[in-house]
């Protein structure tokens, strides 16, 4: 992959970067777009990614992305499909099913959804008529755009209520949960969150759906790649539906999943298909398939638990560095801390991160109206960074935010560490 970038900008390292096959033809043709995909790839091996959302999947899965099956078009699914030449298509989906399934354990798995989006919009449609009441995780604790944002189809198709956490602990209040739904008798109750660093307790949230006569939508978006590699709690035996995305901790192509029980397929099918979504993406479908079988491997179960490991290492470092920690650590890939203690908020915080080289983002804090930090572990494991290198990233992310020594001296000591770990090396 020899490239000589035309005019690139002065922070672009090409080294570490995952660039397609033929993206020398790219260059000639366009150097425009050209310089802007090389720019982002020397952004991503030079600067620390800590949103918890990201991740770096594989040459393996870029492959499939940049394949042929990127101009097919194939609506319907396999053996019934609305367009002729579709026998690559099938084989690549009924893989992608046949894997998702083994992995997760589920009697059906859709894997057409565009997005996690998509994939909660498909499952609301499956169970529920415009004007419903759904209990979610409400948008100050952690709820998703899709569990009732004013501004999203949810927030404006269905009646939302909205569960909090303990103000004192941050966990999950499941007698509020319980209390909510005996109230207002939800059709529907989903549980997942952008930012619950703990576990859902999926058996509770089943107990409180089968006591008011509620489906149960578990949108484990953020943790299903810990639970492909066992490092996390499956809800697939308490949940009528799960939805997640395939591109956070589960390494995968952009993209969203559905697995349900063979009672529900076919009204998950169709409303994913015809309903909510029209051709498929079969390239991505064909790097789902990759991507549940990279999951499948012993490697994926260390790298999902070498995950979790560093997330309570950051935790610790940053609780170390005078940073409040929600719920005093985490289970999970995401770590959320509130600057305030060190006399800087959020939004202030997040910049001066961005400065020294570290990229995440705020997210709403439990309490009040502040706003906190959500940081995650996914990527820089991804790039093989070792304990002693998420105990570093504690103690720059401090020294960053009380602005502590030279800022020109920090950027290049995060530089280092990301150049010594590259996403993508060789
Ligand atoms: C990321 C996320 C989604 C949506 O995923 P997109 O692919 O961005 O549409 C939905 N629900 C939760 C809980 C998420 O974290």
Not at 180 to 195: E, H, M, N, Q, Y
Request: aromatic share 6%; glycine share 10%.
């Amino acid at each position: 992959m020899p490239v000589t970038p035309p005019a690139a900008p002065p922070d672009v390292s090409p080294a570490g970067a995952a660039m397609p096959q033929d993206f020398d033809a790219l260059l000639h043709q366009d150097p425009e777009v050209a310089g802007i995909l090389l720019a982002e790839s020397g952004r991503q091996s030079s600067t620390l990614q800590l949103i918890a959302a990201e991740n770096f999947t594989s040459p393996a899965v870029l492959a499939a992305l940049g394949s042929p099956l990127a101009n097919k078009y194939a609506e319907g699914y396999p053996g019934a499909r609305h367009h002729g030449g579709c026998e690559q298509a099938d084989a690549a989906e009924r893989v992608a099913v046949r894997r998702a399934t083994t992995l997760f354990g589920a009697e059906h798995a859709n894997v057409q959804p565009h997005s996690g989006s998509s994939a909660v919009l498909a499952a609301y449609a499956a169970l529920l008529r415009p004007g419903d009441t759904v209990l979610a995780m409400g948008l100050a604790y952690g709820g998703h755009l899709t569990h009732g944002a004013p501004g999203n189809f949810s927030g404006r198709w269905f009646e939302f209520a909205g569960y909090g956490v303990d103000p004192d602990s941050g966990l999950i209040d499941y007698a509020q949960v319980r209390a909510l739904a005996r109230a207002r008798r939800p059709k529907a109750i989903v549980c997942g969150s952008i930012s619950y660093p703990r576990h859902p307790d999926y058996e509770t949230f089943r107990e409180i759906a089968d006591e008011v006569g509620a489906y149960l939508i578990a949108d484990t978006a953020h943790p299903m790649g810990l639970i492909a590699g066992g490092a996390a709690p499956s809800p697939v035996p308490y949940a009528d539906v799960v939805c997640a995305t395939t591109h956070k901790v589960l390494r995968g192509p952009r993209g969203g999943m559905i697995l349900c029980g063979a009672e529900l397929a076919e009204r998950i099918d169709r409303a994913v298909f015809p309903f909510t979504q029209g051709g498929a993406q079969m390239h991505t479908v064909a790097a789902k398939a990759v991507a549940f079988g990279e999951a499948a491997a012993p490697a994926f179960a260390v790298y999902a638990h070498q995950v979790v490991a560093h997330a309570r290492v950051l935790a610790a470092g940053l609780e170390a560095e005078g940073f409040e920690v929600a719920t005093d650590g985490t289970d999970t890939h995401l770590v959320v801390v509130d600057p305030a203690p060190l006399g800087v908020d959020g939004r202030t915080a997040r910049d001066r991160l961005m400065a020294a080289g570290m990229v995440l983002d705020t997210c709403a804090l439990p309490y009040g109206d502040a706003r906190g930090l959500r940081l995650g572990t996914a990527a820089l494991t991804t790039q093989g960074m070792d304990e002693a290198d998420v105990a570093r990233v504690a103690v720059l992310f401090g020294a960053a935010v009380r602005e502590r020594g030279d800022a020109g001296r920090l950027r290049s000591e995060v530089r280092e560490l990301v150049e010594r770990n590259p996403p993508y090396p060789g």
